[in-house]
């Protein structure tokens, strides 16, 4: 199995930033993309922004050069750097890793961390 253990999230004014970490542990797997999801009460589960093993990123438009995600390979870790926070990044935001294990593709998801920004 895999854990996902997060940290990091917490309260902060708009405008500030916080810094969001997941670290990935366990036996026999292998990681291709690491991501951070949102979900906002009342609100569907968003994607935020993903890293792929290679680097290459994606960011969901409404954090577009407010977030910036990066992963250490060697060490399992995703972060997000988040700065000119709004009201609206409100959310609980999640780790999520999709890779293998033992050959098979497999999704695994952190337990949440709440990120609230103040007004």
């Known amino acids: 199995q895999v854990q996902l253990v997060e940290s990091g999230g917490g309260l902060a004014q708009a405008g500030g930033s916080l810094r969001l970490s997941c670290a990935a542990s366990g036996t026999l797997f292998s990681i291709n993309t690491m991501a951070w999801y949102r979900q906002a009460p009342g609100k569907e589960r968003e994607l935020v922004a993903a890293?792929?093993?290679?680097?290459?990123?994606n960011y969901a438009l409404s954090v577009k050069g407010r977030f910036t995600i990066s992963r250490d390979n060697a060490k399992n870790t995703v972060h997000l750097q988040m700065n000119s926070l709004k009201p609206e990044d409100t959310a609980v935001y999640y780790c999520?890793?999709?890779?293998?294990?033992?050959?098979?593709?497999?999704?695994?998801w952190g337990q949440g961390t709440q990120v609230t920004v103040s007004s």
């Open positions: 999520n890793v999709y890779g293998t294990m033992l050959g098979v593709p497999r999704t695994w």
């Open positions: 890293v792929i093993s290679c680097g290459t990123t």
